[in-house]
C-alpha cells in the first residue's frame, strides 16, 4: 500500500473519528422535562414546579412531562400552578400514573395531551371545606367556573369537567349523578376525550409524543422544598403556629429560658422558612416580624404597655402577610392565640405558684397571719410611757421616747412642742397621747 493511500485512510479516519460526537449530538438533541406531581396538591409544590419549569426552559426542552400521582389538595395552591402551567411556553403532557382526583383533575385539564396508566383515574374534584363537607355555594361556584375553564383551554368537552365538580350533573353510564361525583377510569377517560391513550409506562409516553430518543432529564424535590410542603401544608401551619404560642405563653411563666421558649421560637422559625422557600413569605413580612418582636422585648424594660400591644400587632400582621391567603392565615392565627389562651389559663390556674415570671405581673402570695404575716407590730409595751414632743402635736406629730422618735397623734387637742405626753392607746401603727399636767400625776 503506497504513502499516498496510507494518508487518505488515516485522514478518512480522523474526519470519522470527529465527527461521530456531532453525530450523536444531533441525533439527541432533544430535551424533555419529567415532573413529579405527588402527594398533596399544596403551596409548596408550587415552589417545586416552579423551579423545575424555569429550569427546562433555561435548558431549552422541548416539552414538559407531568408525572401525576395525587389525591387531590388546596383550591388557591391549584390556582397557583394551574396558572404556572398556563403561562409556560413549553409543552406540557400529563401522565395519570394511577390517579388525578380533585386538585390533581384540575391541574391534568390544563395540560395540552393527557395519557393514562391501565389504573389510571381522573376526577372527584369538588371542593371541600376544613370539615370534610361541600363547599359553600359562592366556592363551589368559583370552583366550577375554574373547571370550565380547565376543560376549555385544552379543548375538551365542558360538561364531564363539571361532573366531576358537581354531584347534580346527572351522567349515569359513568355512575354519575344524583350525589355522586364523576371520576373517569382509563377507558372512560379515552371515550370521552379527556384522555389521548393507554400507557403502561412514562417510555411508552415518550413514543407516542414522538421523544423516545429525547433525553429526559428528572427533576426531584430538594430537601427544602420538602420542608417547605410540608410547613406549608394547611393542615400544619395551624399545629405550628400553636405550638409557637403555647411554648412562647410556658416560657414567659418559667424560670429561666428552656424547652418551651425553644419550641416557640423553633416553631417560628420553621413558619417562616418554609413559607419563605415556598415564595410567600418576603423580606418585608420577615422585618415586620423582627420589628414585632424588638417591640415586645422593650415592653420589659418600658412600662405603659403600648410597645407590648404594637409588636403583638407586627407578629401577627407578619405572619398574615406571609402565607398567601390572609383569611385562611387569619383563622390559623385565631386558632393559635385561642389555644395559647387556654393554656395560659390553665397554667395559672395549677401552676401559678411555681412560676418565675409570672410573679414579676401578678401577685401570687397572700400576706396572711397563717403565712408568718402581720400588717403592723403592735407595741403595747409602749402604754402608759411617758414621752416628750418634738414636734407640735396637730393632732399628728413626733414625740421621743428613750431616744427613740414615735409618730403619734394626740387625742384631740394640740399640743406644743417640748411638752410631756402619756400613751393611752397602742393601735397597730396608731399611737394615741394625752398631755400631762405641768406637776401633775398620771390619769
Known sequence: MSKTIR???????????????????????????????????????????????????????????????????????????????????????????DDALSAGAFLALHAEKIYMSPRGRIGAAQVIDSSGNAAGDK????????????????????KYALAMANPDIDLPQYDAGVGKLLTLTESEALEVGYSEGKKATFEDVLKATGFE???????????????????????????????????????LYSPGFGVPGTMGITSLLLFFYGHHVAGFAGSESIILFIIGAGLIVTEFFIAGGIAGV??????????????????????????????????????????????????KFVLMDATDSESGYVSNVNRVELLEKIAETVTPLRPAGTVEL??????????????????????????????????????????
Do not use: C
Not at 361556584?141 to 368537552?157: H, P, Q, T, V, Y
Open 7 to 97: 494518508r487518505l485512510l488515516l485522514f478518512v479516519l480522523f474526519i470519522v473519528a470527529i465527527g461521530i460526537p456531532f453525530m450523536e449530538t444531533t441525533a439527541k438533541n432533544q430535551i424533555v422535562y419529567k415532573v413529579p406531581v405527588a402527594n398533596e396538591v399544596e403551596k409548596g409544590l408550587y415552589a417545586f414546579l416552579n423551579r423545575s419549569f424555569t429550569e427546562a426552559e433555561e435548558a431549552g426542552a422541548e416539552a414538559i412531562f407531568l408525572d401525576i400521582h395525587t389525591p387531590g389538595g388546596f383550591v388557591d395552591a391549584a390556582g397557583n400552578i394551574a396558572k404556572l402551567l398556563d403561562e409556560t411556553p413549553l409543552e406540557v403532557i400529563a401522565y395519570i400514573n
Open 139 to 158: 366556592a363551589d361556584s368559583a370552583w366550577l367556573a375554574d373547571m370550565k375553564n380547565a376543560a376549555e383551554s385544552s379543548g375538551r368537552e365542558v
Open 213 to 251: 430518543d429525547a433525553e429526559v432529564v428528572t427533576t426531584s424535590e430538594t430537601i427544602t422544598e420538602k420542608m417547605a410542603r410540608f410547613i406549608t401544608n394547611p393542615v400544619v401551619v395551624p399545629i405550628l403556629l400553636s405550638i409557637a404560642g403555647l411554648g412562647l405563653v410556658v416560657e
Open 310 to 359: 404594637l409588636g403583638a400587632l407586627a407578629i401577627v400582621g407578619s405572619i398574615i402577610m406571609a402565607g398567601g391567603n390572609p383569611v385562611y392565615m387569619a383563622i390559623s392565627v385565631i386558632i393559635a392565640l385561642a389555644i395559647a389562651a387556654i393554656g395560659a389559663v390553665i397554667i395559672i390556674k395549677f401552676f401559678g405558684r411555681k412560676l418565675h415570671l409570672l410573679n
Open 402 to 443: 428613750d431616744g427613740e422618735r414615735i409618730d403619734v397623734v394626740s387625742q384631740g387637742s394640740y399640743i406644743e412642742k417640748g411638752k410631756k405626753v402619756i400613751i393611752l392607746k397602742v393601735e397597730g401603727s396608731r399611737v394615741v397621747v394625752r398631755e400631762l399636767e405641768e406637776g401633775g400625776d398620771k390619769q
